[in-house]
């Protein structure tokens, strides 16, 4: 089993950045494909970033290219996603979810065995 903690969310102005943190447990991390999934109000659930286990790969929607990085301290058992130019258009919650299947369909939320809570990313005009 693994479970994941999101953190790091908040309320910043267009034009700011934040860093959220998935703090993962139970399972060793480094055998885990990493995804930041994003639900928006009155929208489904949609791929923001993913990283494989050792970090060698990685994938971005291409609404955030150029503005989001995902990384992974697998000593810490924790992946980030820093947020550098937010748009009011990146307000939604943001869940962390781990992949045992590899990279496979990384943007399909399907894939992903755990999922944590949730935190609330909301930019302002």
């Known amino acids: 089993q693994v479970q994941l903690v999101e953190s790091g969310g908040g309320l910043v102005q267009a034009g700011g950045s934040l860093r959220l943190s998935c703090a993962a447990s139970g399972s060793i991390f480094s055998s885990y494909t990493m995804g930041w999934f994003r639900r928006a109000p009155g929208k489904e659930r949609e791929f923001v970033a993913a990283i494989s286990g050792s970090g060698a790969r990685i994938y971005y929607r291409d609404s955030v290219k150029g503005r989001f990085t995902i990384s992974r301290d697998n000593a810490k058992n924790t992946v980030y996603l820093q947020m550098n130019s937010l748009n009011p258009e990146d307000t939604a919650v943001y869940y962390c979810?781990?992949?045992?299947?590899?990279?496979?369909?990384?943007?399909?939320?399907?894939?992903?065995?755990?999922w944590g809570q949730g935190t609330q990313v909301t930019v302002s005009s």
């Open positions: 979810a781990a992949k045992s299947s590899g990279m496979t369909r990384y943007a399909r939320d399907y894939e992903y065995d755990y």
